[in-house]
């Protein structure tokens, strides 16, 4: 059975528009038109941009330039996230080669617990 969109109605700026989307999105619709409206409301509040088509332009590119943002914090410093998972998986490779090896020891001899990797100085 095929599903419809579903319409949903959202309010910004006191303007009602219908949008059509699935169903298990409409609460992710919903908080983002919140979003949209809240960010509108104070950039009209400001009294710096007049006109509707103007704030909602403002609006946007906020919440871009915030988009934009997060994105380069969770890259980190060294570029492609996939190239510091490449690097931390080799880090471990190599720990768990050595642990087979016995280059590691627990640290009370009669326990039978494996040794303990310290990563406290690393971060993803």
């Given at each position: 059975?095929i599903?419809?969109?579903l319409?949903?109605?959202?309010k910004?700026?006191?303007k009602?528009y219908?949008?059509a989307?699935?169903?298990h999105?409409?609460?992710?619709?919903?908080?983002?038109?919140?979003?949209l409206?809240?960010?509108?409301?104070?950039?009209r509040?400001?009294?710096r941009?007049i006109?509707?088509?103007r704030?909602?332009?403002?609006?946007?590119l906020?919440?871009?330039?915030d988009?934009i943002?997060l994105?380069?914090?969770?890259?980190?410093?060294?570029?492609?996230?996939?190239?510091?998972l490449?690097?931390?998986?080799?880090?471990i490779?190599a720990?768990?080669s050595a642990?087979?090896?016995?280059v590691f020891?627990p640290a009370?001899?009669?326990?039978d617990?494996?040794p303990?990797?310290d990563?406290s100085d690393?971060?993803?």
């Amino acid at each position: 059975m095929i599903e419809e969109p579903l319409q949903v109605s959202i309010k910004i700026l006191e303007k009602e528009y219908r949008i059509a989307c699935e169903y298990h999105e409409q609460d992710d619709l919903r908080a983002s038109a919140r979003l949209l409206d809240s960010r509108m409301r104070e950039i009209r509040q400001s009294g710096r941009v007049i006109g509707t088509d103007r704030i909602a332009v403002m609006a946007a590119l906020n919440i871009a330039h915030d988009l934009i943002q997060l994105q380069r914090s969770r890259v980190g410093s060294d570029g492609e996230p996939g190239n510091r998972l490449r690097q931390l998986q080799e880090r471990i490779n190599a720990a768990l080669s050595a642990d087979r090896e016995g280059v590691f020891e627990p640290a009370d001899e009669g326990s039978d617990d494996p040794p303990q990797l310290d990563a406290s100085d690393e971060r993803v």
